[in-house]
């Protein structure tokens, strides 16, 4: 069974840092795609940070040069390095994995890439 639980999510002011991890259970990290996404109230999911099994790292715009996706693979766990955040980050943040998200056809930013999500960890983040 695969399982994938978030965690480090919380209230910062704006500037700060959080990071969030993701640990998971009956699925490698180091061999597939694993994705950050997030959804903010009355908005669509979006796709913010991946990292494929090569160890490429990609990023949304958005937080391109402010976050860092990265994974430890004897944890079996991804990561979220969060800094400079600002308060249109708030938002609850997944943990997402799939066999490949990248490629002809394929996107990362896609949420329909990804075979398992976790929970949800919700980022708030005042001014």
């Known amino acids: 069974q695969v399982r994938l639980v978030e965690s480090g999510g919380g209230s910062v002011q704006a500037g700060g840092s959080l990071r969030l991890s993701c640990v998971v259970s009956g699925y490698s990290v180091s061999k597939n795609c694993m994705g950050w996404f997030r959804q903010a109230a009355g908005k669509e999911r979006e796709g913010i940070a991946a990292i494929y099994a090569s160890g490429t790292e990609v990023y949304n715009d958005s937080v391109k040069g402010r976050f860092t996706i990265s994974r430890d693979n004897a944890k079996n766990t991804v990561y979220l390095q969060m800094n400079s955040l600002k308060p249109e980050d708030t938002a609850t943040y997944y943990c997402?994995?799939?066999?490949?998200?990248w490629g002809y056809g394929r996107s990362w930013r896609n949420s329909y890439e990804y075979d398992y999500w976790g929970q949800g960890t919700q980022v708030t983040v005042s001014s």
């Open positions: 997402a994995a799939g066999p490949l998200c």
